[in-house]
């Protein structure tokens, strides 16, 4: 095409000041480039291409990190296992009320930025630009390298880093249905192994194989339960926020599913009874199977060597020596399912935050398959970069890692306790109903002012259980409250940049200009119309099928998810 077909049509410029022009130009481009252009063309969007079978794993996978294979071992070994029970049926049920409080708002708004986008949107834009980037930073990567080491010594940390987060990339620049896929079938390996860990576990420790037996109850008797007082309790909790952390992982996904009205809901409820089965039950036997002085439970040679997973001593101890590699390649999907779960939901965070105006622009960008491809290669390079950490040890990154992620996880959750508060006050401010809402969350507002309640008992403990800790050491007070120093760095830039850059006098959004109508399922009034009719539909499909076993297996199902 000549330069005057391409210019015929356009209307004609009016002349322009070469020299303003030049020193205009290199800052409106980064002004686009930062923060956008208010008349950009229409971008592509993400596609919802993920079916509820998808997002139910998703839930799961979500939850079964690879903090539970590895860092619930410190926990006995800190504590006993009475305290580290206890402190994960209290995080259990803190984070069963964030899911809760989270569902309710991403089941109406489904939307890839989730809690980022509703800081932003019922809060005001320095919370949502604080959530999107400290849940970007979170990563569990190292754990990889932690676990690998393990299955094999000889090969480098950052050697295996490549191995496994390269293809977790290829994967992930397909189509957001082979994230879908490829996290099915990683939580479904998960799944199997947790259930077969517990039953195996339970069995030996009650003496029910033979030439093995079991400890009882001798692990929480003679005062073995507990140890160390609040001070070894407290700290516990941050293995606890590290292992739960992903819960909120279904509500990033919401953004890209099928029907989330209907699929969100489903997977909220079954939380709970995947956090009893999946955390409470296995630091259960972990606890019951090994006592809390066995030096298998943390072995941190200097600072070079984290752990042995507790699943693989069971296994050995109940006789089945041979599956120590099994064990060891389920830990490895286990590794797969968090890199993969972690491009997914970084990459996701970094597209809302640019589409938003808080990210550099470049990192809106998506291709014609709905993939974020500069946002996942953004995730790659910090992958790349966290590995190489790992040549000052292991066990120095992965204490500092786990600090960082385990107290990010709980500002995140004490941050959507706050949005939902806020959420519910729009909503009754603006005279919405809430039957509007596909899915509400029971005993409001107990359960988010719990959660901010809670949350900040929590942060009381993990400050006195550092500073009591003897002899006192400045490292280990700064490794609790990192997490803390970057929450408040990135909320007050914002906040200052908000002020004096930005000109913007008005911090918190006014709750009769809180946006509750943008990527909403349905508009006002039609919730319970449309839940009618698709109820209908759904019964006249279910009289059209002859009831056979599937029929019943999957009426059971609806009342367990």
Not at 217 to 222: A, D, Y
Not at 335 to 340: E, H, I, K
Request: charged share 15%; glycine share 8%; aromatic share 12%.
């Amino acid at each position: 095409m000549s330069d005057t077909e391409k210019d015929a049509g356009l209307p004609e410029e009016a002349p322009v000041d070469d020299e303003a022009a030049s020193k205009a130009l290199p800052s409106s481009v980064w002004k686009r480039f930062i923060v956008g252009s208010s008349n950009a063309p229409a971008e592509n969007e993400t596609k919802r291409a993920m079916q509820s079978r998808h997002l139910m794993m998703i839930a799961i996978g979500g939850t079964i990190g690879t903090g539970i294979f590895l860092s619930a071992g410190s926990a006995i070994a800190l504590a006993g296992p009475g305290s580290a029970l206890l402190s994960y049926v209290v995080v259990g049920m803190f984070v069963y009320s964030v899911v809760i409080a989270l569902g309710e708002m991403s089941a109406m708004f489904p939307v890839s930025g989730a809690f980022s986008v509703f800081g932003s949107r019922f809060v005001s834009p320095a919370l949502g630009f604080t959530l999107g980037w400290n849940y970007w930073f979170q990563c569990e990567l190292t754990a990889a390298a932690i676990i690998l080491q393990f299955w094999a010594p000889q090969v480098q940390a950052w050697e295996w880093a490549l191995v496994i987060i390269v293809p977790v990339f290829l994967l992930q620049l397909i189509h957001v249905r082979a994230y879908g896929e490829s996290e099915y079938w990683f939580a479904l390996v998960k799944v199997l192994m947790i259930i077969v860990f517990i039953f195996v576990g339970l069995i030996y420790d009650w003496g029910g194989i033979k030439g093995h037996p079991g400890p009882g109850l001798s692990n929480f008797q003679n005062g073995q339960a507990f140890i160390g007082g609040f001070q070894n309790f407290a700290q516990t909790f941050v293995y606890a926020f590290y292992s739960f952390g992903g819960v909120e992982l279904v509500a990033v996904a919401a953004g890209e599913s099928v029907r989330p009205h209907k699929t969100v809901p489903r997977a909220i409820k079954a939380t709970f009874l995947r956090i009893v089965l999946f955390y409470i039950l296995t630091i259960l036997t972990i606890g019951l199977c090994i006592n809390w002085q066995d030096p298998t439970l943390l072995r941190a040679a200097d600072e070079s060597d984290v752990t042995a997973s507790p699943l693989t001593v069971v296994f050995q101890r109940a006789g089945f020596g041979a599956a120590e590699h099994v064990v060891n390649a389920v830990l490895l999907t286990a590794v797969l399912s968090a890199t993969n779960s972690c491009f997914y939901a970084s990459s996701r965070m970094l597209l809302s935050l640019a589409r938003s105006g808080q990210a550099p622009r470049i990192f809106g960008w998506v291709d014609g398959r709905g993939v974020p491809v500069p946002a996942l290669v953004m995730a790659l390079a910090v992958s790349f970069i966290t590995f190489l950490t790992t040549i000052w040890g292991e066990g120095v990154v992965f204490t500092w890692l786990l600090n960082l992620t385990g107290i990010s996880a709980l500002l995140v959750w004490c941050s959507i306790g706050l949005i939902s508060l806020r959420f519910r006050a729009a909503y009754r401010a603006q005279g919405r109903s809430l039957l509007d809402l596909p899915y509400t969350q029971p005993l409001f507002p107990l359960l988010p002012a719990g959660v901010v309640v809670l949350a900040l008992l929590m942060f009381i403990a993990e400050g006195y259980s550092a500073v009591k800790e003897q002899p006192l050491q400045a490292e280990n007070v700064v490794a609790t409250y990192i997490g803390v120093a970057l929450y408040v760095v990135l909320y007050l830039g914002y906040a200052i940049y908000e002020r004096y850059g930005l000109g913007i006098r008005q911090h918190f959004v006014p709750l009769l200009e809180v946006d509750l109508q943008t990527d909403a399922v349905w508009k006002p009034g039609e919730g319970a119309m449309i839940r009618d009719h698709e109820g209908k539909d759904e019964e006249e499909a279910a009289v059209a099928v002859t009831p056979g076993w599937r029929t019943r297996l999957s009426h059971a199902a609806t009342h367990i998810y």
